[in-house]
DNA sequence: CACCCGTGGCC
DNA sequence: TGGCCAAGGGT
């Protein structure tokens, strides 16, 4: 795949945003954040929490300075408020396992709390600009369609999708970070889930997907519902506790009186196994971050 | 492996 | 209008 990959680098040489987190002053620190920020976040929603973020915490030793709920409540409503908590963990262990230095060790990396797979090969390519298989949904989605003539990737990552991807990037490190970030770019603006704009692809010479028509995709999953799950209740508690400066008695909140009492119950429950919230030693029955 | 975990915007 | 989607990770 030697040519549509050199396609999509001049494509990106033209078109690639100019974010942040890409500039060359950008440090591994901030680059790691960005990609736990954009965990299943959209770029829009990211950009100016990251940038409050950094100018707050420009390195693992400040945020690790800081308490996990200031972290929680700085995530604000970014989603998965899990993320906060671990990148609070992940400055915690960078700062006391590695001085304060964001491991450049792809395994090393991969072992921090909220860094899997993915993140972990991103951090390799982007802060440290050594060759990795960076694998998100937009490279899977990319050469889904491009070699395989597929309309979307398989449900999880396969053995044979991470064989092809590594054949796909190239040899040369700075060559296999940039084609990473390109091919990321590419799914994000071009080649997108819904509406992919096939006329102004750099690819679409070789791509066996719209060879074949753009035939469409099989059924996926059918999503839970989202109005009245234990989601939605962890986060309108979680919405009360970041908002408060003192502890809330969430289980008799006025704002949580349509949620019933045992699945009330069990979302706090839930939120204090999980490390989220915690039960306040100020006063009987009360919570805080 | 299947399932759970937030949030907001778009067509 | 509501189902779908967005640079996944953990259990």
Redesign the pocket.
Known sequence: MGAPVDAILAWFAREG?A?P??ESGASPWGILV???M????????VLPLWTAWMERWPTPGALAGATQADAVRAW????????AQ?LWECAVAIEERFSGRVPSDQATL?D???????????VVA?AFGRRAVVL???V??VLARIVAGTA?PA??LTGAERALAAEVVPLDSATAATWN?AA??L??LVC????PRCDACPASKWCRWLAQGRPV?A?????????G????V???I??LL?AASSPINVAGSSSLQDVEPGQLDR?IE??VS?G?IHVSSAERGTHEL
Do not use: K
């Open positions: 945003r974010l987190w890409r960005s990609e736990v954009l965990q299943q976040t959209p770029v829009s929603r604000g409503r970014l989603g998965y408020p899990r993320r671990r991969r921090l709390p909220g860094i899997g797979e993915y993140t972990a090969a991103a982007f998100d949904t937009n899977r989605r979307a449900p999880h970030v990321m770019e799914g994000a997108t889930s819904r509406a995709a059924s996926r999953r059918v999503a839970s519902p989202w109005a799950s234990d989601r939605q962890r986060g309108r979680l919405a970041r979302c839930g939120l999980d989220l």
